[in-house]
T-cell receptor
């Protein structure tokens, strides 16, 4: 299984942008890059995913490096409700499993 | 909108007992995934089903079994429970997959083994 590497924790001030990095140097050409987040005592929640091009949705933006060996989840204005563990996961074509690594615990300071 | 429903929300069992966790996917979703999350740990993939057939297997103990039924709901059966099985068990569903599908997670079943 292709692996992802993320920092254990990050801090951000409220209302400021947050850039959460992820390394996936062994990614294959057909692997999708997914981001999920898990708020305390809740199930993981989908944030965004993409293959090669940068992606935007109402929650966040996903910037994918040209060689696809890394990506960055961008929260444009962090709020206290964005405090969560963020997971970068690879979705492999032809498989039905998404392996969670050790995500990044985001702390948002008021 | 309908979400993934898991039952029960909480379950308390004694060692060596059996437990059955149920998962009802979002309507029209045909793929179900099971995850185990121990205290302070990250979710661990256990097993998945697509169109009622087992698809992929992760770190699922031999004491556990699962299946997906004709109405696409799934059950995780756990036998000879051990203290270490105490965890939050999540089910997720998607419409097909191939790496390009969003997973929708339920609220989980908290299993406590005493």
């Amino acid at each position: 299984d292709a692996k992802t590497t993320q920092p254990n924790s990050m801090e951000s001030n409220e209302e400021e942008p947050v850039h959460l990095p992820c390394n996936h140097s062994t990614i294959s050409g057909t692997d999708y890059i997914h981001w999920y987040r898990q708020l305390p005592s809740q199930g993981p929640e989908y944030v965004i995913h993409g293959l090669t091009s940068n992606v935007n949705n109402r929650m966040a933006s996903l910037a994918i490096a040209e060689d696809r060996k890394s990506s960055t989840l961008i929260l444009h204005r962090a709020t206290l409700r964005d405090a969560a563990v963020y997971y970068c996961i690879l979705g492999t074509s032809g498989t039905y499993k998404y392996i969670f690594g050790t995500g990044t615990r985001l702390k948002v300071l008021a | 909108a309908a979400g993934v429903i898991q039952s029960p929300r909480h379950l308390i069992k004694e060692k060596r007992e059996t437990a059955t966790l149920k998962c009802y996917p979002i309507p029209r979703h045909d793929t179900v995934y099971w995850y185990q999350q121990g205290p302070g740990q990250d979710p661990q993939f256990l097993i998945s089903f697509y169109e009622k057939m087992q698809s992929d297997k992760g770190s699922i103990p031999d004491r556990f079994s699962a299946q997906q039924f004709s109405d696409y709901h799934s059950e995780l059966n756990m036998s000879s429970l051990e203290l270490g099985d105490s965890a939050l068990y999540f089910c997720a569903s998607s419409f097909q997959t191939g790496g390009n599908e969003k997973l929708f997670f339920g609220s989980g079943t908290q299993l406590s083994v005493l």
